[in-house]
């Protein structure tokens, strides 16, 4: 069974701060893709990053980064100078491949930037 | 450019009652599912299809039916409503039923049973 845990599940820093959230997930398949998604105050669900299981590589894209580590089955999210707009509830979520496009999501970490 | 359309937005039922929940998407994607969201426990996924026609169970899909009769429409039918399917209910699609398409949420229903 495949499960993906967000031990934090309320941050709150000052804007400017950098911030960390963590996602750990477990599967036994050997390919799987893995997901971040941002939900605002207003409800939405927002697509932010996509990572295969091959693929290691941090990226980053803009104040976002995301670090991708198989031999810890993690992948955490930064946010560098956060800002208040950042505040929403963030969900990382695990699909298996040959499996339709069915996600396994965490519990979600809610972040609240105060001013 | 609307994307996944949900309806409505907000409802309020009586324990045992019955009602469909819509959604509509026209980016003529082929996957499309259902999720509920409740606090703590992420997103969970309750149905989902990979084509019109063909329709499948996802993790929680106890009192729940769904039908997929053109590509676009994606309703979810709740039989005889009950307080534990108060949720936010989210449809989602994706241009392929393949692991890593990412996922086009509509905007979410509130539903409250009482």
């Known amino acids: 069974a495949q499960k993906v845990t967000q031990a934090q599940t309320e941050i709150s820093v000052v804007e400017k701060e950098d911030v960390t959230l963590d996602c750990v997930y477990e599967t036994r398949d050997t390919t799987y893709y893995l997901f971040w998604y941002k939900q605002p105050p207003s409800g939405e669900l927002v697509f932010l990053i996509r990572r295969n299981s091959f693929d290691e590589q941090n990226e980053i894209s803009g104040r976002y980064s995301w670090n991708f580590q198989k031999s810890t089955s993690s992948f955490n999210f930064t946010i560098t100078a956060s800002q208040v707009v950042d505040s929403a509830v963030y969900f990382c979520a695990l699909s298996r491949t040959g499996a339709g496009n069915m996600l396994t999501f965490g519990g979600g970490t809610r972040l609240m930037v105060k001013p | 450019n609307a994307g996944v359309t949900q309806t409505p937005k907000f409802q309020v039922l009586k324990t045992g009652q019955s009602m469909t929940l819509q959604c509509a998407q026209d980016m003529n994607h082929e996957y499309m599912s259902w999720y509920r969201q409740d606090p703590g426990m992420g997103l969970r996924l309750i149905h989902y299809?990979?084509?019109?026609?063909?329709?499948d169970q996802g993790e929680v899909p106890n009192g729940y039916n769904v039908s997929r009769s053109t590509t676009e429409d994606f309703p979810l039918r709740l039989l005889s409503a009950a307080p534990s399917q108060t949720s936010v209910y989210f449809c989602?699609?994706?241009?392929?039923?393949?692991?890593?398409?990412?996922?086009?949420f509509g905007n979410g229903t509130r539903l409250t049973v009482t």
């Open positions: 989602a699609s994706s241009s392929g039923p393949y692991a890593g398409s990412p996922l086009h």
């Open positions: 299809s990979v084509g019109a026609g063909i329709t």
